[in-house]
């Protein structure tokens, strides 16, 4: 079973948390200034690493909170939980 670290509640299943993708995806600073071509990047397009990758997960059966998760795509290890604004030990945040 996969536990997730959530930084306010401790570690909990997988399904009491719900997937909200790539948390390494910034949103344009200036949304006036860029066209489609680039919010559709911006909302559409991602990268599919192999390896540690950042995600975000909402605790939804939990506390609610967004959190953020180093988890690696090969083997499924989470290495690494934090708040939607702490740093991760150990890794880039
Ligand atoms: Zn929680």
């Known amino acids: 079973m996969l536990l997730i670290p959530c930084p306010h ?6 399904v009491e948390f719900a997937y909200g993708g790539d948390a390494t995806v910034a949103r344009p ?7 489609a ?6 909302v559409y397009l991602r990268e599919n690493p192999k390896g540690p990758h950042l995600e975000w997960w909402q605790h939804v059966a939990g506390c609610r909170a967004w959190i953020r998760v180093r988890r690696d795509t ?5 290495l690494g939980a934090a708040t ?7 890794g880039a945040s």
């Open 74 to 78: 090969v083997t499924h290890a989470v």
């Open 29 to 35: 600073v200036d949304p006036d200034a860029v066209g």
């Open 9 to 14: 509640c401790g570690p909990r299943a997988q």
């Open 84 to 90: 939607a604004a702490g740093s991760i030990e150990g």
């Open 37 to 42: 071509r680039q919010w559709l990047d911006h």
